[in-house]
């Protein structure tokens, strides 16, 4: 909650903690384990007026500075989709909805009531049946199985079941 806490104070439009975050905090739940450590926290949102890196950076220290603990990725989706040589995102669930595997593509939001905002474009079932699948709107099948075989998920997981992505 910390982090989330962390964010709202900044005060972004269109925000959500993201992918391995949340995916990772729902696995480990459901192997009834302890907290995986994370690589980064990624913090997502969406501002079409100010694309510059140098404002992701701003942000980033200043979230390091709320949040020391933390290692963040902050990205502004409004600028990412040129990364990827697609059309442009409309907002962050549509950001979202691009990433390479479903149960990567969620997000949480702290609402100022402290209720919790969720973001699943494509719901939630994938992440919580230990579903790997690859994105139907990310289709690329070599990129799905690098991305498997390198976060070596069924070493913290075994639970977790991989579905082939055809090429």
């Not at 990567?104 to 230990?130: H, M, N, Y």
């Amino acid at each position: 909650m910390r982090c989330l806490r962390a964010v709202r104070e900044l005060s972004l439009p269109d925000w959500f903690i993201a992918a391995g975050f949340v995916r990772n905090a729902i696995w480990d739940a459901l192997h009834e384990q302890s907290s995986t450590p994370l690589n980064d926290v990624d913090l997502v949102y969406y501002d079409k007026d100010n694309v510059s890196r140098d404002s992701e950076m701003r942000l980033q220290e200043r979230l390091t500075s709320l949040c020391p603990d933390a290692v963040w990725q902050v990205k502004n989706q409004a600028r990412m989709h040129t990364k990827y040589g697609r059309a442009p995102y409309t907002d962050c669930s549509d950001a979202i909805a691009h990433w390479i595997e479903l149960p990567t593509c969620v997000g949480v939001r702290l609402q100022p009531d402290d209720g919790l905002l969720v973001c699943a474009p494509f719901g939630l079932s994938a992440v919580f049946s230990l579903q790997v699948a690859i994105n139907p709107r990310y289709p690329q099948p070599a990129v799905f199985r690098q991305r498997v075989k390198q976060k070596n998920w069924q070493a913290n997981w075994p639970q977790l079941h991989i579905v082939s992505a055809q090429a």
